[in-house]
């Protein structure tokens, strides 16, 4: 039998204390437009190339916060990356390891990681 689920990703759910203010934080870290919807007044999808990261204050709580990058943000260039986060006042949690990638937090403390592809 053919699985019925695809091997498509469709989203990924962030939990956030505070849908407009997240909305505001991840559209300028990403320099998109911060003037979609925000269904059901709790719901927030970034306009992502790629699946989509749907930030989610309805499931928010301090125990949910992600303390382990399950969202990898690419970049061409880390160093460039690393200074425009670390210029936007970001907790930056690790240096740039291997020329590769570094871990940071968004303001409710989920890790977050940039990487080269």
């Known amino acids: 039998m053919q699985s019925p689920?695809?091997?498509?990703?469709?989203?990924?759910?962030?939990?956030?204390?505070?849908?407009?203010?997240?909305?505001d934080w991840y559209c300028d870290l990403l320099g998109v437009p911060n003037d979609g919807e925000i269904p059901f007044g709790h719901l927030y999808v970034l306009p992502m190339e790629g699946p989509d990261?749907?930030?989610?204050?309805?499931?928010?709580?301090?125990?949910?916060?992600?303390?382990?990058?399950?969202?990898?943000?690419v970049?061409?260039?880390?160093?460039?990356?690393?200074?425009?986060?670390?210029s936007k006042n970001v907790e930056i949690l690790t240096e740039i390891q291997h020329g590769h990638y570094f871990n940071f937090k968004d303001p409710d403390g989920n890790h977050l990681m940039m990487c080269r592809c």
């Open 5 to 23: 689920v695809l091997n498509k990703l469709g989203g990924v759910f962030i939990p956030v204390s505070n849908i407009e203010k997240a909305r």
């Open 75 to 86: 970049t061409n260039n880390i160093e460039e990356a690393f200074n425009y986060v670390k």
């Open 53 to 73: 990261i749907v930030l989610d204050s309805k499931i928010y709580s301090p125990d949910l916060i992600i303390k382990s990058p399950i969202i990898q943000f």
